[in-house]
């Protein structure tokens, strides 16, 4: 199980520290970049992320709630652990997206809207090294968990496995200490968390406490 803290919840004004503070007990740092078109907020883009990498030691994680991934994919400075997802629904054609991130050299991941059905990236499962199942809608930290994400993150898993695929499985959205082990149970690998912990006055603590949860 691996924890990917969203600094969606962080000072804007204190990225850097803030995202120093909780990385060695993190596996990813999770980057929402929004453009204010395929969601109704805006966030940033390359140049803010870019300007952290190198002073950041742990993989990135860069969610792409964006129109044109296959156009501002490419600007990301990416490692080969990194992770870079677009949603299905931005787009007509996937497989270009995914090969663009790929030939980037990070690994690729579709990520889905609460509403979308999985039935719209099961053609593509064996392409992509991770599923971002989305269980609130993009655009905002501080929503709450949506409970019928818990049975598609079991669809998928079972999916997946039947497929004989190594797909790994993406939470985003509403995690907290209440439903982080549920979620886990039903079959996550990595899970994003932005309120619970940058929202909290100690986020260090509140990061080990999640992953207490999901490891006991
Ligand atoms: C929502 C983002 C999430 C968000 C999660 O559009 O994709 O990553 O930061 O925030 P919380 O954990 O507060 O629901
Ligand atoms: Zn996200």
């Known amino acids: 199980m691996r924890l990917a803290p969203s600094l969606l919840a962080a000072d804007f004004g204190r990225l850097l520290e803030q995202a120093q503070a909780v990385s ?23 140049v803010v992320v870019n300007a952290l990498r190198d002073k950041i030691s742990i993989p990135f994680d860069i969610h792409l709630m964006i129109a044109d991934p296959q156009r501002y994919a490419p600007h990301f400075k990416v490692r080969s652990d990194d992770l870079v997802s677009f949603h299905v629904e931005a787009v007509s054609d996937p497989i270009p997206v995914i090969e ?46 949506i409970a019928e994400t818990l049975e598609k993150i079991r669809q998928a ?30 079959g996550a690998d990595i899970i994003v968390a932005a309120s ?13 406490q999640l992953r207490s949860l999901i490891i006991s």
Not at 24 to 45: A, C, E, K, Q
Not at 107 to 129: C, H, M, N, W, Y
Not at 161 to 171: D, P, Q, R, T
Not at 197 to 205: T, V
């Open 157 to 186: 898993k079972e999916l997946i496995s039947k497929k004989n695929l190594s797909v790994a499985i993406e939470v985003d959205g509403g995690v907290n200490a209440q439903n982080i082990r549920e979620i886990a149970r039903a």
């Open 196 to 208: 619970a912990i940058f929202g909290q006055s100690d986020p260090r603590a509140a990061l080990e």
């Open 100 to 145: 663009t991130i790929q030939k980037a050299g990070a690994k690729a991941g579709i990520a889905l809207r609460p509403k979308t059905p999985l039935s719209a990236v099961e053609r593509f499962l064996d392409q992509i090294d991770f599923l971002l199942i989305m269980s609130v809608e993009p655009g905002f930290a501080g929503q709450s968990f």
């Open 24 to 46: 060695d007990l993190s596996d990813y740092l999770h980057w929402d970049v929004m453009d204010g078109h395929f969601v109704p907020n805006l966030t940033f883009g390359p």
